[in-house]
């Protein structure tokens, strides 16, 4: 692994790569504990500008589900950050990849509107937890901190009767402003789980089909991309299975020193201070 080396030692490294993948909370912003009132983090506006001069595409991915990619694309451009909606993916844009290819048309959703609306905008039948889909193909959970025993009850009669179990994430935890945020879907994932005994299929980070949906956007295969992260167990496992170019960065969950800490063939290829370092490389 490469650290915050200098500026002739590191952006060799980075000839290559024809497109990005950034994370957004802990590496391109930081939102409040109810992850919303985003700050940009250093560097971040003017490194999509300078990859935008350059021709180079890219889209941030964030695994959390509290916003529409609109809702997120608007949140971001408030403070600078120019992702438009096409360019900004949550874990729900997957699903609605693969479940398009598996022709699911009947859904049961766990989650509020930044995973429900998308589905409905995409077509399908949609029905919300804690209303009971008994008949739904596939059950989605996504971010719900309002959940109730009935939603639970819901999830699991729909999963007795052969519908496929999906989450967002099972990442414990994301980064804010005031520290890790708790997630939910992951948690409500294995309350299914320990009902029913079926594992529900991830389809945010680090799953290969988020990677495949990230790469179609981006017109760039893997080998050719960079993604840009936070998070150990996310972006820089993702990108270390998938064949791209991991580069961590501290601002968000994981520090210097965890990326340390991990084997050599696990750490990223690039450990960085935050994306105002990974401007500076290619400035």
Not at 39 to 65: D, H, I, K, W
Not at 195 to 203: E, H, L, P, Y
Not at 233 to 252: D, F, P, W, Y
């Amino acid at each position: 692994m490469n650290s915050t080396g200098t500026h002739r030692a590191n952006s060799p490294m980075l000839a290559g790569v024809r497109g990005y993948i950034f994370d957004i909370d802990g590496t391109l912003a930081l939102a409040d504990k109810r992850l919303s009132g985003y700050q940009a983090l250093p560097g971040a506006s003017e490194l999509l500008a300078l990859l935008r001069q350059r021709g180079l595409p890219y889209v941030g991915f964030t695994n959390g589900s509290t916003k529409t990619p609109l809702q997120l694309s608007q949140a971001l451009m408030q403070i600078g950050i120019q992702l438009d909606e096409r360019h900004t993916m949550t874990p729900v844009s997957v699903a609605i990849d693969l479940f398009q290819r598996r022709r699911y048309k009947r859904l049961l959703v766990l989650g509020g509107e930044g995973v429900w609306k998308p589905l409905v905008e995409a077509g399908f039948d949609v029905v919300r937890s804690p209303e009971r889909a008994d008949d739904a193909e596939a059950v989605l959970i996504g971010w719900h901190p309002g959940f109730v025993l009935a939603d639970l009850d819901a999830a699991c009669r729909a999963v007795w009767e052969g519908a496929a179990l999906y989450t967002v994430s099972k990442a414990a935890y994301v980064a804010s402003r005031e520290g890790r945020t708790l997630g939910i879907s992951g948690a409500l994932a294995a309350a299914v789980r320990s009902i029913t005994g079926k594992n529900a299929v991830v389809v945010g980070k680090p799953s290969a089909q988020a990677l495949a949906c990230a790469s179609a956007r981006l017109g760039v295969k893997p080998a050719q991309m960079a993604i840009v992260g936070d998070d150990i167990s996310l972006e820089n496992a993702m990108a270390l299975r998938g064949g791209a170019m991991s580069v961590g960065v501290h601002t968000g969950l994981s520090s210097a020193e965890d990326f340390e800490r991990l084997p050599v063939d696990s750490q990223p290829h690039l450990s960085l201070t935050g994306v105002d370092r990974l401007l500076e490389m290619l400035t």
